[in-house]
């Protein structure tokens, strides 16, 4: 199994930055992909952004792509999820998810492990 902890959500203002971390535990980060997902009050999880186990291959929801940045640090065990532009409609509970078998990235369903969650509040 591993051990997921978010850190780094809080308010933040429209058109701002926050940076999300992600560190694992466990078994070893290299071996399986990692995605972040999100969840509004009132809304059904959503897929936000995902990355392979090397970090070379990257996929994005359609409504963060170009502003939001997916990578991974595997000699420290950390995903990061850089958020910029930040608008209202971001704001939610973010989730990290780590995915063993590389399955579909976009179904949460894939993942095996999921951490407690950082809240992300952006106002406008």
């Known amino acids: 199994q591993v051990l997921l902890v978010e850190s780094g959500g809080g308010l933040v203002q429209a058109g701002g930055s926050l940076r999300l971390s992600c560190a694992a535990s466990?078994?070893?980060?290299?071996?399986?992909?990692m995605g972040w997902f999100r969840q509004a009050p009132g809304k059904e999880r959503e897929f936000v952004a995902a990355?392979?186990?090397?970090?070379?291959?990257?996929s994005y929801a359609d409504s963060v792509k170009g502003r939001f940045t997916i990578s991974r640090d595997n000699a420290k065990n950390m995903v990061y999820l850089q958020l910029t532009s930040l608008k209202p409609e971001d704001t939610a509970v973010y989730y990290c998810?780590?995915?063993?078998?590389?399955?579909?990235?976009?179904?949460?369903?894939?993942?095996?492990?999921w951490g407690q969650g950082t809240q992300v509040t952006v106002s406008s």
């Open positions: 466990g078994r070893t980060f290299s071996t399986y992909d």
């Open positions: 990355i392979s186990r090397g970090g070379g291959v990257t």
């Open positions: 998810a780590a995915n063993f078998l590389g399955r579909a990235w976009a179904n949460g369903n894939s993942y095996d492990s």
